[in-house]
């Protein structure tokens, strides 16, 4: 009897819906238990799909960029899945304001959307801005943007059996996963910073604070039980938008020292400079008031990347120190982050407030 194949084929590839490793483990008869298992697989509703896809994936999609036609990732990875599509990288092309640049300016779509709706990052490789993709530009930076290579095998952090082939890839660990769309020139650049900080030296890696590590399996599958737990990473990139990680980027410090204020602002736990992105900006606003809520003084100190960078370095500390105009009072400051660095203040978030009462001795 022929091995019936159910896998997904081209001239380089095979995709197979491989059956579950219980079934290779106990079959000795290594056919019976192919046959079976891919007909266990095959009453699965994803996998079955799979299998029946075959067809058209043999009638010649022999380009891995076709593959989201006839693959979904999301049916067996499926909490990865549903993180993944909560993230900026699912909405890097539908992005509102991305939109809106791209519609005034419709001639950038070339040269802006390689990086918000790439090909696969392993065919232009680690080092270099990926190529723009033709279809399914809708789908952002997606899973098989960052995970396929040309041959269709899937490149992950471990050594892993799948209905797909899997290659064990050291890159994906590291920073070099994310070097083709966030390491290139001024303004699309965490990278360099990263390296030049203790961090890099630490092995803290983006993935560390981008991508948290949760134990569990990679895959969510009624057919696919025997899936390992292992120390995966959440899909989740969280980033500016998020309150928690924004609000545990940086410290806040108010002293009195000799008659002044000192404000101190640290980069306290931000791999790359903060603001992290081109159009963000921080916002260090200090107010002195009298005894009767009387603004007395008055400083703004904004940090970004728009005309002299002037953001705060992993680590870095920057002191500002104002003499105080009145003997008794009230010193208050507030870090803020912004979106957009246009935005009014009113519109940022609130990264951290301190206050600190005064008097003549
Ligand atoms: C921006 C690039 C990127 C995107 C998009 C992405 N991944 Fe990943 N994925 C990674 C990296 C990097 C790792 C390894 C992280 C590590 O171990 O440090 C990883 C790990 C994995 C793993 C191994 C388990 C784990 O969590 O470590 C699986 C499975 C996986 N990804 C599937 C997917 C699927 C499915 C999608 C789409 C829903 C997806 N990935 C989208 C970059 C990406
Ligand atoms: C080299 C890859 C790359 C290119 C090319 C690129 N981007 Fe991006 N874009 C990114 C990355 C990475 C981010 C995430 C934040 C950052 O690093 O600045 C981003 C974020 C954005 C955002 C912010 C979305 C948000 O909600 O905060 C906008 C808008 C945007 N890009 C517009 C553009 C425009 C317009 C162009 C063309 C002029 C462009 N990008 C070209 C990689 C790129
Ligand atoms: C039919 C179910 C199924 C589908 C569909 C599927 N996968 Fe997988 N995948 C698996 C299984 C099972 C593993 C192995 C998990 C393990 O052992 O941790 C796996 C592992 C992986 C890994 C980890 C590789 C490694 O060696 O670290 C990546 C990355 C991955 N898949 C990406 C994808 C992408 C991208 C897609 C969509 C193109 C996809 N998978 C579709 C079942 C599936
Ligand atoms: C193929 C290009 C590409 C790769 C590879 C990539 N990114 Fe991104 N990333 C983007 C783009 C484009 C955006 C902007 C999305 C948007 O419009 O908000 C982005 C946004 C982000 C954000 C901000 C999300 C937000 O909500 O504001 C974080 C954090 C991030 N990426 C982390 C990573 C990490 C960590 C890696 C490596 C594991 C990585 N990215 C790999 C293109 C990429
Ligand atoms: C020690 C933790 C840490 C490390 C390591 C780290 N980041 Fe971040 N990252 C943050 C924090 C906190 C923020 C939010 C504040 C900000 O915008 O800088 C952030 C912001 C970002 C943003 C901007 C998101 C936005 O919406 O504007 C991007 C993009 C990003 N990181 C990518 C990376 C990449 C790529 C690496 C690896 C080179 C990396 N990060 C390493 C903590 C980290």
Same mark, same amino acid.
């Not at 483990?25 to 699965?44: D, E, P, Q, V, Y």
């Not at 419709?106 to 033709?134: F, Q, V």
């Not at 507030?334 to 003549?360: C, N, V």
């Given at each position: ?66 593959? !989201?036609?006839? $693959?979904? %990732?999301?049916? @067996? +990875? ?11 990288? #699912? ?109 890099? !030296?630490?092995? $803290?890696? %983006?993935?560390? @604070? +981008? ?11 009624? #057919? ?138």
């Amino acid at each position: 009897m022929p091995l019936p194949r159910c896998e997904i084929t081209n001239a380089h590839t095979t995709l197979s819906a491989r059956q579950p490793k219980a079934a290779l483990r106990t079959g000795s008869n290594r056919r019976h238990w192919l046959w079976k298992g891919c007909f266990m697989l095959a009453i699965g509703a994803t996998i079955g799909s799979l299998c029946a896809q075959r067809a058209p994936l043999a009638q010649g999609v022999d380009d891995v960029e076709r593959l !989201r036609e006839v $693959i979904h %990732c999301e049916d @067996c +990875h499926q909490e990865i899945a549903r993180e993944w599509r909560a993230s900026g990288h #699912a909405r890097a092309w539908t992005n509102p304001a991305y939109r809106a640049f791209i519609a005034e300016n419709p001639a950038s779509e070339e040269t802006c959307s390689p990086c918000h709706a790439p090909k696969i990052i392993l065919s232009a490789g680690l080092n270099a801005t990926p190529e723009l993709r033709d279809a399914a530009r809708e789908r952002g930076v997606d899973c098989i943007a960052c995970h396929a290579d040309r041959d269709f095998v899937m490149h992950g952090p471990f050594q892993t059996r799948a209905p797909h082939k899997t290659q064990k890839d050291k890159r994906y660990r590291s920073v070099q996963a994310c070097l083709p769309c966030h390491g290139q020139g001024r303004w699309f650049n965490q990278v360099d910073d990263w390296r030049a900080s203790r961090y890099a !030296r630490l092995g $803290i890696t %983006c993935q560390t @604070c +981008h991508m948290p590590r949760i134990e569990r399996p990679s895959v969510q599958h009624w #057919a696919l039980p025997d899936v390992p737990r292992r120390a995966t990473r959440r899909h989740t990139f969280l980033g500016g938008h998020d309150r928690e990680l924004v609000r545990s980027a940086a410290s806040l410090q108010v002293q009195i020292d000799d008659g002044a204020a000192l404000v101190t602002v640290v980069n306290s736990a931000t791999g790359h400079a903060l603001p992290g992105a081109g159009w963000r900006a921080v916002v260090l606003d200090v107010v002195v008031e009298d005894e009767r809520g009387t603004t007395v003084l008055h400083r703004r100190h904004v940090f970004d990347l728009d005309v002299h960078d002037n953001r705060l370095k992993p680590g870095e500390r920057r002191d500002f120190r104002y003499a105080l105009p009145i003997e008794t009072g009230l010193v208050k400051a507030k870090l803020m982050y912004k979106l957009f660095s246009e935005w009014p203040d009113d519109k940022g978030m609130i990264m951290a407030t301190r206050e600190i009462r005064f008097q003549a001795r």
